[in-house]
Nanobody, 113 residues
Framework: QVVESGGGLVQAGGSLRLSCAYS????????MGWFRQAPGKQRELVAR???????NYVGSVKGRFTISRDNAKNTVYLQMNSLKPEDTAVYYC?????????WGQGTQVTVSS
């Protein structure tokens, strides 16, 4: 189970920090990812963190977003800086590759221009 939080409405150039609280060994012992889905678009992986800590980002967020995890707190974070209107989406976390049935409700991020 995962619960995402931290979304909201922010002006372009602003920052948000998303949190994903997870429970269960599936999440604790696998790579985790932050995904997003904008209206009319497919869900996409934006950031990934391996169990050992290596990170990967989609090109559009490189240098602006930072993913991290705290296994002691069973939480994955996504620090989002220099936000752009095109970052507007519902953000979800899951293991990577994602497992059907383990999606949370997501958290809405809206960036105004």
């Amino acid at each position: 189970q995962v619960v995402e939080s931290g979304g909201g409405l922010v002006q372009a150039g602003g920052s948000l920090r998303l949190s994903c609280a997870y429970s269960g060994s599936l999440f604790r012992f696998n790579a985790m990812g932050w995904f997003r889905q904008a209206p009319g678009k497919q869900r996409e992986l934006v950031a990934r963190i391996a169990l050992a800590g290596a990170t990967n980002y989609v090109g559009s967020v490189k240098g602006r977003f930072t993913i991290s995890r705290d296994n002691a707190k069973n939480t994955v974070y996504l620090q989002m800086n220099s936000l752009k209107p095109e970052d507007t989406a519902v953000y979800y976390c899951n293991v990577d590759p994602p497992q059907y049935g383990y999606w949370g409700q997501g958290t809405q991020v809206t960036v105004s221009s």
